[in-house]
């Protein structure tokens, strides 16, 4: 959850004990559900039987400073008693060690909203069951910095993943790689046959980051411990042995991971791309080469090519004719230039708002950073600029709130079955 | 023009991973030649480089079990390339336990070298990835500008010490300064020196053995009539030296350098398979 957001947010419901995170641009949210089983000992509500079930959010930070170093928790530490006092307004994170030895931390918290990224798995039109581990080994060969991966169904039951590439001026410089998984690797596979869609890997699988720091996703700070086991949802999975489902639908509305076990319901909801070309043309069009079959038939004659290129270098007399791969139009140059920092608004009543930030962030291929959604950017072509829709999030509001703002776009419904 | 290519044997792919590795590390961007039998990996000296260059030669049939290729033209039976190694490098990073590994040249949007990496899976069929590479096709118009380069009319030839002895220590000198002096003679003895204003360090290396050059009847080289103990040497750029070790994944069969003093430094590094020379000139 650290890797998502810098917040933690902590929710105690009669189901149980709800931990939840967000990303600053709100294309990311993470939900764990920890059922009362599993818990020595879990009372949701005070001494009165009626007060409303108290919710809060921490620092991440703090959180997981209680929690420094797993390895020797696990030998010191018998019994961690979480207590939130609204009065003192602390959350009491009280660790019972060997040797007689109580550490009590006492965290301070805000109040806030519930957290509830809207989304709806009954509606996906498509969902994949597989072991976590198929799914590390599909992705462990991308990239680590790589940012977006585009998920298919392609044709004759092959699922697919690569990474996504905005362009032509891109696919010419950067490396596509390309993994085919056949339908039988996967547990349950319930997809529409063509269906495509494109998220971010990062908040899937985490990397170390050694990249510059990326703008939809919080830095991770080096000091943090995890709290759950090493990084993201997927080592999370593989290391539980658990199999996670991909629930998906058409692109622009959110993809969404899910982990299941007797005391334990884990979500992951992601952003996926909306292309506005592809709402007209079939997903495998969205400007995207369409999948090509492993095989070796397809024409590799670069003859022609070579005459062209040698005709028009003779005319040209001396010098080096442009390197197509290597190509020296100066908007690359943009890519260099340090990511601009994002004004980063404190919320401070997050749940009188509805989620989506002030400022609508899109994701600029191009910069390989998030920016203002205005268009300004003049290296998107208009008529193709793709967008990462935030999720929308729903919140419970206080009665006398201010009502959901009508033109809000609505990625997912709402659904009543949603804890 | 066309190319295909198939490693099948886990070894070889191992051993073709590594050179590509080393490459990686020595070149950002660099000019791949395939001829019918051999492949070449090139860095001309350009002022982009710093002015170094690099010639790295493998013998085709030692890698690939398949090996088709054809060239631009009957009497131009040459495919140049230019690519980014570290992207091949990290198409075969994760092939390691691969059933079988093809490389193709493909024209789909742009030129692109496709690896397709088979892989085992507990399925019925076997996973497959793709990973398109974009190359830029380098008319033959500047095939010249890729040529062998010829060994230096050096001073002094004299077989390097154990690798890791010299990456270690030119490591720790290059935290102290940004150049180095590589001197050597015909005795065997080679010495590495910094100097900075706050301090000087010099690693002696002895008995090293000096490589006998066989020369043409009638040329005279520089290395002639030279005495044994006097001393050849260069300032290098330490960065570029460091470079060249570190990216040496496996040790060579033969290692040496020659000295051509106050001009040019020329490596050698001799494997089975694998040959892989270096120039790095002097600092003005």
């Known amino acids: 959850l650290s890797r998502i957001g810098d917040e933690l947010y902590l929710e105690p419901t009669e189901s149980g004990l709800s931990l939840r995170a967000v990303n600053s641009s709100r294309s990311a949210f993470a939900s764990f559900l920890f059922a009362p089983f599993f818990f020595q000992r879990y009372e949701a509500g005070g001494p009165q039987a009626d007060t409303e079930l108290f919710r809060c959010k921490v620092l991440m930070k703090s959180f997981l400073g209680v929690f420094r170093s797993l390895p020797s928790l696990e030998k010191t530490v018998g019994k961690c008693l979480i207590l939130l006092k609204p009065q003192a307004s602390r959350l009491v994170v009280q660790l019972h060690c060997k040797y007689g030895v109580t550490k009590t931390h006492n965290l301070a918290f805000q109040e806030c909203e519930r957290l509830q990224a809207v989304f709806d798995t009954q509606h996906c039109a498509s969902s994949l069951r597989a072991p976590a581990r198929v799914l590390a080994e599909a992705v462990v060969h991308f990239p680590q910095t790589l940012a977006e991966v585009t998920l298919e169904a392609g044709p004759g039951g092959k699922i697919s993943l690569r990474n996504y590439v905005e362009d032509e001026a891109e696919r010419s410089k950067m490396m596509v790689t390309e993994l085919c998984l056949a339908e039988d690797e996967f547990q349950t596979v319930a997809v529409a046959p063509g269906s495509c869609i494109t998220f971010c890997l990062k908040e899937f699988r985490v990397s170390p980051c050694r990249g510059p720091p990326s703008q939809h996703q919080v830095t991770p700070q080096p000091l943090l411990n995890l709290l759950f086991v090493p990084q993201g949802l997927l080592a999370f999975a593989e290391a539980s042995n658990l199999p996670l489902t991909i629930h998906y639908d058409v692109p622009g509305r959110p993809v969404i991971f899910t982990l299941d076990d007797a005391v334990l319901e884990v979500h992951l909801v992601l952003a996926t791309l909306s292309d506005t070309e592809s709402n007209l043309q079939p997903p495998t069009a969205n400007g995207m080469s369409h999948l090509p079959a492993p095989s070796d038939d397809f024409a590799d004659d670069l003859e022609s090519y070579m005459i062209a290129m040698e005709t028009s270098a003779y005319e040209e007399g001396s010098g080096v004719p442009p390197s197509p791969t290597f190509p020296l139009h100066t908007p690359r140059a943009a890519e260099s230039d340090p990511e601009e920092e994002e004004e980063e608004e404190e919320e401070e009543d997050e749940g009188a708002v509805p989620g989506t930030p002030p400022h609508k962030k899109v994701w600029d291929g191009h910069r390989g950073a998030w920016g203002q959604g205005d268009g300004h950017s003049p290296l998107l072509t208009p008529h193709l600029s793709p967008q990462f829709r935030s999720l929308f999030f729903g919140s419970v509001l206080t009665p006398g709130g201010p009502g959901l703002a009508p033109t809000q776009e609505v990625l997912a419904e709402d659904s009543d079955g949603e804890y | ?284």
């Open chain 2, 1 to 284: 023009m066309r190319f295909r290519a198939k490693i099948v044997d886990l070894a070889c792919l191992n051993h073709f991973s590594r050179v590509i590795n080393t490459i990686a590390k020595l070149a950002k961007t660099c000019t791949l030649c395939l001829t019918d039998s051999k492949l070449y990996f090139i860095l001309s000296d350009k002022v982009v480089n710093g002015g170094v260059s690099m010639w790295c030669e493998l013998c085709q049939g030692n890698f690939f079990d398949e090996f088709q290729m054809e060239g631009v033209a009957a009497e131009h039976n040459e495919i140049y390339l230019e690519l980014v190694p570290e992207n091949l490098s990290r198409a075969l990073k994760t092939a390691q336990s691969a059933k079988a590994v093809k490389i193709k040249l493909t024209n789909k949007h742009c030129p692109c070298v496709r690896v397709a990496v088979e892989l085992p899976s507990l399925s019925s069929s076997s996973r497959i990835v793709t990973h398109d590479i974009p190359v830029g096709v380098i008319p033959r118009r500047l095939w010249n500008d890729f040529r062998e380069p010829s060994v230096p009319d050096f001073d002094v030839s004299i077989y390097l010490p154990v690798l890791k002895t010299m990456k270690s220590v030119v490591e720790r000198m290059k935290n102290l300064s940004n150049s180095i002096v590589i001197e050597a003679n015909l005795s065997g003895e080679m010495n590495l020196k910094i100097e900075t204003d706050l301090v000087s360090v010099t690693t002696h290396f002895k008995d090293l053995g000096n490589p006998p050059w066989a020369l043409e009847d009638g040329c005279q080289s520089s290395a002639q009539g030279r005495d044994l103990e006097s001393m050849a040497e260069a300032r290098i750029d330490i960065k570029k030296l460091q470079q060249l070790l570190a990216g040496q994944q496996v040790n060579p069969t033969k290692a040496l350098c020659n000295i051509v003093s106050k001009r040019i430094v020329h490596f050698i590094l001799l494997h089975e398979d694998v040959s892989l020379q270096y120039f790095i000139p002097a600092l003005a």
